[in-house]
């Protein structure tokens, strides 16, 4: 078995700013992409916002299995073809990893429909994870919590429908909790969002942290093959119904007609 | 109490197709207004796509406690603004009740965050709505199943996430089966899908569906008080924080800052 | 509309612990149907552990429309049989509200199927409730958050199913975090968990945890009418079935003997 | 990969009753355990209710990574110390596949805290299985459904908890539909109920349903450690609170005292 993933950045943060940028020399991207590649069975290649098409062609997530996407301040610059895109391969199957401040990404509020909002604090505190459900294959290899001694608080209310499985929930030393790991299943697509992950600190350099993604990464590959025509209503003529059918009543469409979109 | 309904149609077919002339001389949104109507605490208006803003200006939508959305065979008319905002005041917590083909609206879709597709045969053939849960709201006062002597057949897979409840599972002649009422909770705002309408049959006439509406209307009102900020992502600072805090760490924004979209 | 409330409590802790005593002089149950009576549609009674069946006769049960269950050293002594009573209550229509320490009873472990463990720790050290979802029935009238000075830590993992909806997320002062309000609809019943209630702090005197108790038995409540043979599994003779049937292949019953159990 | 699989069975209608027998001479726990083994990666024993603790000794289930349920006209006879035991080990992580009638089993009522009831009539009607999620693993192999020439019809209501996930809806011949494959988590253990089965029927021969069970078997199981400890309910005393804490207000338990039951 091998896992594509593929780990999208916007790229920008560690290109302007010198905080970042000596946390990062290497990008998020690419720390993230060589944590992954830890386990012998995920390749991880990256995907920047500057790349045509932020080197997210219909070719290329075609050939991906899970996609984590990071981004913070050009969440509008992301082409809508390109989310129109991501959103049905999620859909026929592809995994999703939305990281941090990915919550107000254009492809996860696609897939939530809600607004994805959240209070939050750049002050360097403490922020603890705790695993709801130790036995989930995301939390693998993680004692009863992370500890990252500096974070970015994002507080509750968390607009975002009530999950599939509630896989960490975050403490902060200012007071505040987080839903911080959580699941969904979207089509035939698997999505988890987790919460830390602030550019100006070294949480993706973090050993538990890379755990997680790894988990993740497994945890939202789908090897069922993809569901291309996911988003299809295809007519079922009376004659191929599975019981036998007499045509009754009043029609509107003529036989073998498509439906309306 | 008074609930504030607002039955939207697309209001074409009753125009140029005769069949549903015929079975809906009054137009469907006004047949299902009438409906609600008979619920002393309910009053029903309608909007149709025709109308400026297609009858959803914000003053509208601000004064609506449930919106209940009848489209087929123009979704792609509907304007994207219009559906941002329809969208925005759900999440504030306004009810929304998607009927029949509804399911590929885009408000839904929206919603729901996935294709909302389906299989579908228009030969009048029978549908039994039955009963999954007589004790939910939406069920009152109807028995054990709905009994459809002409109707659309829909069919699974429907494309939607897993629902909060399932109310109605359906049987048709030909074969298939269909969750044909589902419950959703997104933001403040409650939804319901149900499946039964096609234009070509008299089905907005028929007694226990009329309940049906008037029930989910009444389930779908959330009396709190509208969730206007509900997207925006404030800022907690230092100085505010529940416990005492001091700033460590490297930092992104200024004190005050705004957050990035 | 009445509402008719049962509060249950083991009244144990008031009669034998001086602490507790000096709290709730007038008992925890006492004190709880207190509060429920300022909603002028509830009708708040009490039963304990010493009468005769618990005060939860089936009589009793009968005409009760929500049950608050406050247990914490005697859930032994509670009998299987008007447990299996209650329990049939609930699948009813009844709703259970569970408090505190009632997490191990053996209601609460009936309804949920698993352990319903959790950490604890009795320090009276600060708890903040955070409000996940503010437009929920059970917290109106609550701001962002309820604050107790002191409480006892309740720390996950919680072993309980993902609920229908998380209404609150604890913040402790020792670094630990707890989902501390859930709901689940079981059967006809609606269930709510409330985590705050330790006996020997005075939180069921806090005006904000009252609003809660309140806005729980009114969501709890199913005006339904109760769901009588919720549990039997009745045979549907081939005479009566929806579409005509004709028997075909082997038999193990006899026309119309019961099933098995 | 090795799964160790345990079939167990009841074991009576196939000594008791000629119609069963003829159907499986070597009965429905050896028919299953058969179609299991098809799959190289499964190990597949058997244990049956006349066996010492019904074949399910602590032991034994300590070395069972997925325990499949058929039972029909004796649950009364298993004793509740085993059904205890094996409930247990479903919430440290044991997963649990329960067959057709053994949605009465005192197991699986255990897991839901639901009454498990539904209709039925033994008709030898056809049923129809459609996968409602055809890229979730236990439909792999399965095309769009599964055609059952007789079956016993199961029909809703279905008085379990809303699922984690609907995999089938069953379409019946006399007019029925049932939710036919549903799961669940509960503490570390996954819970698969799959409706097909009725003992004078060869449903258990059927290719199609074999491929779901072995898929069941591999869904079900959990690789993670067993939870030895998913019952208890530790203390965290003040001095290893991950914050440093002062002790507050009134105390009930003296340190280090465990907490009650």
């Known amino acids: 078995m091998t896992i594509r993933a593929v780990v999208w950045n916007e790229f920008i943060h560690e290109k302007e700013n010198a905080v970042v940028q000596a946390v990062y020399p290497d990008s998020i991207h690419e720390t993230i992409a060589r944590a992954l590649r830890e386990d012998g069975e995920i390749t991880a290649t990256t995907a920047t916002l500057e790349e045509p098409e932020h080197g997210l062609s219909q070719n290329r997530l075609d050939e991906t299995d899970v996609l984590l996407w990071w981004g913070h301040k050009a969440h509008g610059q992301v082409s809508d073809a390109v989310v129109d895109r991501v959103q049905q391969r999620v859909n026929e199957g592809m995994g999703l990893v939305v990281l941090h401040s990915g919550h107000f990404s254009k492809i996860f509020k696609r897939m939530m429909g809600t607004p994805c909002s959240l209070r939050w604090r750049e002050a360097g505190e403490r922020e603890r994870l705790w695993v709801i459900n130790p036995s989930h294959p995301i939390a693998q290899g993680i004692d009863k919590a992370i500890e990252l001694p500096n974070s970015e608080m994002y507080g509750e209310p968390f607009l975002v429908p009530e999950p ?16 911080s790991g959580l699941t969904y299943q979207r089509g035939a697509g698997r999505i988890f969002y987790f919460e830390p992950g602030h550019e100006t600190y070294p949480i993706y350099h973090d050993p538990q942290i890379q755990t997680v993604l790894r988990n993740a990464v497994r945890w939202a590959y789908n090897p069922a093959k993809p569901w291309k025509d996911v988003s299809e209503a295809p ?19 003529k036989a073998g007609e498509a439906g309306y979109r």
């Open 164 to 179: 599939l499985e509630t896989v960490f929930v975050s403490w902060f030393e200012g007071g505040e909790v987080f839903r």
């Open 235 to 253: 007519n079922v003529p009376i004659e191929t119904a599975r019981e036998k059918l007499e045509r009754k009543g009043g029609s509107l469409h």
